[in-house]
């Protein structure tokens, strides 16, 4: 599912970062309760529709024929722009209201299931040519048993194109909001924050696990790493939002992988 509102606050817009809430797991991460702000959010914004989603594309590169699988597809932009771009995309997602949502965008036709990455995938073996898994990782405590799945589910040689916060701009974000101590750098440490869209107000937890651990979980899992990308925005943001990319032409975000199955 791609996100995220932590991210605009603490790293591009320079705003307040949010302070952690206690709260018991079932109650976060309900992407159905806000599905359709939350789209409408995602559709328009810097970080998502001008940095985060060009950046996903650019590193698929030429996709024409290509099978994809889409990781967290959410209401489906990825989806539908590599789509346009002449692949043949597969999506899933763990929330039903937003793959309601994707099915609005897509047509009833397209591949779309109810799946958490947190299980077993319902995709045969050698199935797909690219995976893409757009903000979308850092939702899980491990990591391990979700690649393994992507993992199988990839052809010999296919890529997953996957995109995370960026854990150095998440640890600024925590020493910004004098919170270095209980967040170390290089601990795995969770947290769950408010976001509010559109009047409606989510409880989001989030995983932090430091650069080491990511590249760690990637090559226990059978991939390679062919490119680690820190991009600029899209060019069309600097017409579209021009005083914060005044402010911050380049600024931590997202780290992107680009990693081959072996």
């Known amino acids: 599912m791609i996100s995220n509102e932590h991210q605009e606050k603490a790293s591009s817009t320079g705003l307040t970062p949010p302070s952690p809430v206690n709260v018991d797991p079932p109650k976060v991460n309900d992407y ?44 489906g932009p ?31 036709g397209a591949d779309l299931k109810v799946a958490d990455l947190d ?25 391990g048993p979700a690649l393994a799945e992507l993992r199988r589910v990839l052809k010999p040689g296919g890529r997953l194109i996957a995109s ?11 020493r910004q909001a004098g919170r270095e101590a209980e967040y170390d750098y290089f601990d795995t440490t969770n947290w769950t924050e408010e976001w509010t869209m559109g009047g409606h107000t989510a409880l989001m937890s989030i995983w932090h696990r430091p650069l080491h651990a990511m590249i760690e979980a990637f090559t226990v899992a059978g991939f390679r790493i062919t490119a680690i990308s820190e991009p600029e925005p899209d060019p069309s943001a600097r017409q579209l939002f021009p005083e914060a990319i005044a402010a911050k032409p380049r600024f931590l975000c997202f780290l992107f992988f680009v990693l081959q199955a072996d």
Do not use: K, Q
Not at 63 to 73: E, N, P, S, W, Y
Not at 122 to 138: E, G, K, W, Y
């Open 32 to 75: 159905s309760s806000f599905s359709e702000a939350y789209t409408a959010e995602n559709d328009a914004n810097l970080i998502n529709a001008h940095y985060e989603r060009p950046a996903m594309l650019a590193l698929a590169g030429e996709v024409t024929g290509r099978r994809i699988l889409d990781v967290g597809c959410g209401s």
């Open 78 to 108: 990825l989806f539908a722009a590599l789509r346009d771009r002449g692949a043949v995309v597969s999506g899933f997602d763990a929330s039903a209201g937003m793959l309601e949502l994707a099915r609005r965008r897509l047509g009833d």
């Open 119 to 143: 299980g077993p995938l319902p995709c045969p073996d050698d199935t797909f040519d690219d995976a893409v898994a757009s903000l979308v990782l850092h939702y899980l405590e491990d990591w």
């Open 164 to 174: 995370v916060d960026h854990p150095f701009a998440i640890n600024l974000m925590h």
